[in-house]
């Protein structure tokens, strides 16, 4: 059985077939670039694609696609299995997602393909064309009547989103509604008792849609479906898992599997199984964990011997060190209810946690403004978030990229720490959230301020950015071949004393400078003062560099000395970078040598 990879991952095997010499040629490029993939040969060609698709996690085919669908059309299992294919036309002109466009991985390979090829990615999934989220690339298993959903989503009709709880879900356009007030989630019940009704009056349980239609549930338990209605698993279970040494895998997944059915919860909302680090070479528990999809998480037992738990052991802390490992592992790790206690057999425990949802905040650098110059990383940061918020000017430069429904909270300059404190607050009410920045986020940028608010309760990504220093660098030559200092001459959150000491250790320490918010309307002097004091310590043809807007559209570079850079040339838009004793021009270009054995 093959086991297509997310979209994030390039496919671990990947088939190239190839009828003529020039996919041949294409399909040498491929392998070449990806030590994964390899060209399947055979005595035909419709044999080496048979090979490619029993053999491989994606298929790369420089056919027709008429031959490539008659081939493989008697193959065709599930898409959930079933290999991705990519299908390129002998020019190399376009790299076709033919199967397997979101559980397979196509869509993205298309684009890997067209990247090295130079060919344009053909996409044809519905989602992908209008600038949705399809529900089965969002992560987590999804359920139920998908196909119809999404149909639903995709062409404006109401659909109901009924939630246990606020999960990180990205953007989701406007016709897609959350039932009137939030469902709390209920103590577990069989699955034969349908938990709609249980509901309090006006409001949609995860067995009902508020006024029929299509019903997009968020839930970890077992609920009715309908033809109408998709099932979203957010990871949400914790098992924590004890056993006797040398215990079946059968037993434990046997166990594990009753408890959950009894309880009324769905395995595919498993987030990973806990126990104890003396359990973490267990074979029987890690295999269940493999043969689940989840990570075995352990933990040491005097970190289990700190829960609470309603069933402590003193044999169990005579064994192992604390009188609980199911229990307290299940519960470990977060805001955490227990939902099933501990259950035994003969040599397996089993106990359930339902574990809170975290809110998710992405610092994300934008680069210093040319789209090229944006990470692929940023993109789709921008594209999971359901809230983004950021300064207007940066905001208006990605608007382009956010999903339809994209909440977007732009402010404008000296509102940093309003920003700050809107996206961490947002990420604790359960969102997914993009705080951006131009540059790199970290450098004089949001993520700082973000951060002394962030807390605990929820998880942060950094996505790093080209920062305006290095946009500037390499328009300048290579100032930055030897050591370098950042620094700030903006006084509005540090006295200038501070600036002036930081400036001249850096013009003592013969350091390269690179000087952000080097001058403004309202402070026209401090950049005057900073290059005197670098004046001091290194010679008057040192080279400085200005350089004003990098990679955007007004881009200028100016290339002068220490002794006729003219300030009136720098504003705010300016990185200035004041070269060391050791920078040279050299053909126009400003280098700073590394000093290297072999070039003296």
């Not at 944006?374 to 594209?383: D, G």
Request: charge should be negative; charged fraction near 20%.
């Amino acid at each position: 059985m093959n086991h297509p990879p997310t979209t994030t991952d390039q496919p671990a095997r990947i088939g190239l077939v190839a009828a003529t010499a020039a996919g041949r040629r294409h399909a040498r490029t491929l392998a070449d670039a990806w030590p994964q993939a390899r060209l399947v040969t055979a005595d035909t060609v419709a044999d080496a694609l048979r090979a490619a698709w029993a053999e491989c996690d994606a298929v790369v085919a420089f056919l027709a696609t008429g031959a490539v669908v008659r081939i493989l059309a008697p193959l065709l299992g599930d898409k959930h299995t079933d290999p991705a294919v990519v299908v390129v036309d002998e020019a190399a002109r376009h790299a076709v997602a033919l199967l397997g466009g979101h559980a397979g991985g196509a869509n993205d390979l298309a684009g890997r393909v067209g990247a090295v090829l130079d060919a344009r990615p053909v996409v044809t999934t519905a989602s992908d064309a209008v600038g949705l989220p399809g529900l089965d690339t969002l992560g987590w298993p999804v359920e139920g009547a998908v196909a119809a959903v999404g149909r639903a989503i995709l062409d404006g009709e109401r659909v109901t989103l009924v939630a246990d709880a606020a999960w990180p879900l990205p953007a989701l356009p406007d016709n897609v509604r959350p039932a009137p007030t939030p469902v709390a989630p209920a103590d577990p019940a069989p699955p034969a008792a349908p938990p709609g009704p249980g509901a309090p009056a006006g409001q949609a349980g995860p067995g009902e849609a508020a006024g029929g239609g299509y019903r997009l549930l968020v839930t970890d338990r077992v609920v009715p479906l309908d033809d109408r209605t998709a099932v979203l698993r957010p990871p949400s279970l914790v098992a924590g898992v004890g056993a006797s040494r040398g215990v079946p895998a059968a037993e434990v997944r046997g166990l594990l599997d009753r408890v959950l059915a009894e309880a009324g919860l769905s395995p595919a909302s498993l987030r990973h199984l806990a126990s104890a680090d003396i359990k973490a070479d267990e074979a029987g528990i890690r295999a269940t964990a493999d043969a689940l999809g989840v990570p075995l998480v352990t933990h040491p037992a005097a970190e289990l011997a700190a829960v609470d738990v309603p069933h402590p052991s003193e044999v169990v802390r005579a064994a192992v060190g604390t009188p609980s490992v199911a229990e307290a592992a299940a519960l470990l790790g977060g805001d955490a209810a227990l939902l099933v206690p501990k259950t035994a057999t003969a040599m397996a425990t089993v106990a359930v946690a339902r574990h809170a949802p975290r809110g998710r905040l992405a610092i994300v650098g934008l680069g210093p403004g040319a789209p090229d110059l944006r990470t692929a990383r940023a993109v789709a940061e921008l594209r999971r978030a359901a809230v983004v918020v950021g300064l207007d000017q940066y905001v208006d430069q990605v608007r382009d990229l956010l999903r339809p429904g994209t909440r977007v909270l732009a402010s404008g300059l000296g509102a940093e720490e309003e920003r700050a404190r809107a996206a961490v607050a947002e990420a604790v009410a359960g969102h997914a959230v993009a705080l951006v920045g131009s540059g790199d986020a970290g450098v004089y940028a949001m993520a700082s301020p973000a951060l002394e608010y962030a807390d605990e309760r929820i998880d942060v990504v950094g996505v790093p950015g080209v920062t305006a220093a290095l946009a500037a660098g390499a328009l300048l030559g290579a100032p930055l071949g030897h050591d370098h200092a950042y620094l700030s001459l903006s006084d509005l959150h540090t006295p200038w004393e501070v600036i002036a000491r930081r400036v001249a250790a850096a013009a003592e320490g013969d350091f390269v400078a690179l000087l952000y918010n080097p001058r403004s309307r309202a402070r026209d002097w401090q950049l005057g003062a900073a290059l005197e004091v670098f004046a001091a310590h290194r010679p008057p043809d040192t080279p400085v560099g200005v350089v004003r807007n990098a990679s955007r559209p007004d881009e200028r570079v100016h290339l002068a000395t220490l002794a006729d850079l003219d300030p009136a040339l720098v504003d705010m838009y300016s990185v200035v970078v004041v070269g060391s004793s050791q920078t040279r021009v050299v053909a126009g270009r400003m280098v700073t040598p590394r000093g290297y054995r072999w070039r003296r």
